[in-house]
């Protein structure tokens, strides 16, 4: 079982940058690749980024690539999403979640634990 509670989310201004932190509850936490999630009003939860488990494999979607940057700290059992040039398109509730062993990880079923979300507003 992982739990996984998100924070730094808020409200900025477009152009403006936030950074989320994930934290896990699990001593086994090191061995699950993460993923931050999103899903804005009125539209399906979309896949964001996620790591691998050792933090040597990163993807990004395409709206967030060159803006977002995921990482992780296995030591202190955090995964965090470094967000720059935000866009009001980015305002949502963002996720992280631990991926299972298998499936792939733009898919939200490959998915076993997640937290509660956060909230992100992008003023313009």
């Known amino acids: 079982q992982v739990q996984l509670v998100e924070s730094g989310g808020g409200l900025a201004q477009a152009g403006g940058s936030l950074e989320l932190s994930c934290a896990a509850s699990?001593?086994?936490?090191?061995?699950?690749?993460i993923g931050w999630f999103r899903r804005a009003p009125g539209k399906e939860r979309e896949f964001v980024a996620a790591?691998?488990?050792?933090?040597?494999?990163?993807n990004y979607a395409s709206s967030v690539k060159g803006r977002y940057t995921i990482s992780r700290d296995n030591a202190k059992n955090t995964v965090n999403l470094q967000m720059n040039s935000l866009k009001p398109e980015d305002t949502a509730v963002y996720y992280c979640?631990?991926?299972?062993?298998?499936?792939?990880?733009?898919?939200?079923?490959?998915?076993?634990?997640w937290g509660q979300g956060t909230q992100v507003i992008v003023s313009s």
């Open positions: 979640a631990a991926k299972g062993f298998g499936g792939t990880y733009y898919d939200t079923r490959s998915y076993a634990y």
């Open positions: 790591i691998s488990w050792s933090g040597g494999v990163t």
């Open positions: 699990a001593r086994t936490f090191s061995i699950y690749a």
